[in-house]
């Protein structure tokens, strides 16, 4: 089944939320193209990721895309694309590489296989926890990475329009319904992250806030990375998106969850 079969299934709803970002992108790099001319002017930790990948596709997470897309091989290609695993409790392991497939840290997350709505408040991060439990010293600091940015790397995607998103289950989302896209995800919106994308066109969709205050921060970042040579612009697609309640990410608007 192809995705925008799968789409129809989940709703007229949820097919409307996806032309309506689909648009929007198009809008943004079609800007981006239009003024790139003058827009351009170690901490590692030693593990074999690889080992970790959920290949069979029986994670919660995998579980709650292939509910949600019935389409295996895309979905596979996602959870293969970004090395996605699964711990021993089940919960999807998001490795941060950079682009020498250095690995930098990885975020634990518990989903719903129902719904694939996160099921844990307390972030687990792999560099924190190594610190805590004294395999790794305090003093020891990361490179920080953006989940994805080891897909910058790849001869097939040289070139490519990069998409950014906050969080890694969005950006996993927008990978399938999105594959002609590099799609990067920037947990902590740092500006010290980007160094990655320099050069590209980069997309950047916000997240729900409060009042839209993130989203005009966004958009003044984007101008101030603008001026020190990136090329990015904030995607304008939320003109009346519920911002209470379940909703908390954009995946979960796409979705209707």
Not at 13 to 29: Q, T
Not at 207 to 223: H, M, P, T, V, Y
Request: with cysteine; net charge positive; hydrophobic share 40%.
């Amino acid at each position: 089944m192809n995705i925008t079969a799968a789409l129809n299934e989940l709703g007229n709803e949820a097919v409307s939320r996806w032309r309506r970002i689909g648009a929007a992108l198009k809008d943004v790099f079609r800007s981006l193209e239009t003024h790139a001319a003058t827009m351009q002017a170690s901490g590692s930790i030693e593990m074999d990721f690889r080992a970790f990948t959920d290949h069979e596709l029986t994670s919660p997470f995998a579980q709650s895309l292939l509910r949600m897309f019935k389409d295996e091989n895309a979905v596979k290609r996602v959870v293969e694309d970004y090395y996605i695993g699964q711990s021993i409790a089940g919960r999807a392991i998001f490795w941060y590489l950079d682009q020498d497939k250095i690995l930098r840290t990885a975020h634990f997350v518990e989903f719903s296989p129902r719904n694939g709505r996160t099921d844990t408040d307390r972030p687990y991060w792999l560099h924190r926890e190594l610190k805590e439990k004294g395999y790794l010293p305090q003093e020891w600091r990361r490179k920080r990475t953006l989940f994805g940015e080891h897909l910058l790397s790849r001869p097939e995607n040289s070139g490519r329009k990069v998409g950014m998103v906050k969080d890694e289950q969005t950006c996993i989302v927008m990978a399938i319904l999105y594959p002609q896209y590099v799609w990067l995800a920037n947990p902590e919106e740092s500006c010290a992250r980007m160094d990655a994308v320099r050069g590209r066109e980069v997309a950047i969709l916000p997240q729900f806030d409060n009042r839209g205050k993130n989203f005009e921060a966004l958009i003044e970042r984007s101008r101030e990375m603008n001026n020190k040579g990136f090329i990015t612009d904030v995607v304008r697609w939320m003109p009346d998106v519920p911002i209470a309640g379940r909703v908390k990410t954009v995946s979960d608007w796409i979705l209707g969850i």
